[in-house]
């Protein structure tokens, strides 16, 4: 079972305030993800990584960054938060193709914009 | 495009059986995932299947036909703790994971 930590836990903030969300993970996988999911719905993938210097954006748009300068870190950035970004962020990680392409993930940061 | 079908909400009783069904059109095929979701907390990661035919671990089996786009998540012996979402992902050719809306069952005492 991979470990994956995801910081904060809750986040509740004003509009306008520029937020990271951490996740970091401690099985060297070289794949990283990020999701954005709300209550009762669907998973959108909004970024994701194949390794150090590589994120490419999912397919819900979205209005965050991502870097990738380690491998076991991929924190999330909103320069500008609104109330359409209140949400759970959860973080993923992998480790290559086939089974091991299994998707573990972080236990969420849930975020509400005020 | 690429579709993950399975229904939206199912309910059973507790000690019964129960399938959950998924179909799946994708650009290439590389293996389908279940997941399971309680409500609030992160997926978890229950099964894979790659190869045509039934994967068996503990009360959970999974189903795969690849010629029939198609997978079933079998639930013996349900407890009260599998009430939850279940998930049904499937890769696509890019290693791109293609996710379900899932089933949210219900267990019933």
């Known amino acids: 079972e991979a470990d994956i930590y995801q910081t904060p836990r809750y986040l509740v903030i004003g509009t306008g305030k520029k937020i990271t969300l951490e996740c970091s993970q401690t099985?060297?996988?070289?794949?990283m993800y990020w999701y954005q999911q709300d209550p009762g719905m669907e998973l959108h993938l909004i970024h994701y990584?194949?390794?150090?210097?590589?994120?490419e954006k999912g397919d819900l748009s979205s209005e965050s960054t991502v870097s990738r300068i380690r491998t076991e870190h991929f924190p999330l950035t909103l320069e500008s938060a609104r109330p359409s970004h209140t949400s759970q962020y959860l973080c993923?990680?992998?480790?290559?193709?086939?089974?091991?392409?299994?998707?573990?993930f972080g236990p969420g940061t849930r975020l509400t914009v005020l | 495009g690429q579709n993950i079908d399975q229904p939206t909400e199912m309910t059973a009783t507790e000690g019964a059986i129960v399938q959950i069904n998924c179909t799946y059109q994708?650009?290439?095929?590389?293996?389908l995932f279940w997941y399971q979701q309680h409500a609030g907390e992160a997926p978890t990661f229950l099964s894979y299947?790659?190869l045509d035919g039934l994967e068996e671990k503990g009360r959970f089996s999974s189903f795969l036909s690849r010629s029939k786009g198609y997978s079933y998540l079998l639930l013996k012996e349900l407890q009260m703790k599998d009430s939850a979402s279940y998930l049904c992902?499937?890769?696509?050719?890019?290693?791109?994971?293609?996710w379900g809306a899932g089933t949210k069952l219900i267990i019933k005492p």
């Open positions: 993923a990680s992998s480790e290559s193709a086939g089974e091991t392409d299994t998707q573990y």
């Open positions: 099985m060297g996988h070289d794949k």
């Open positions: 990584s194949y390794g150090v210097n590589s994120t």
């Open positions: 994708t650009s290439g095929f590389n293996g």
């Open positions: 299947n790659v």
């Open positions: 992902a499937a890769l696509d050719s890019n290693y791109q994971l293609i």
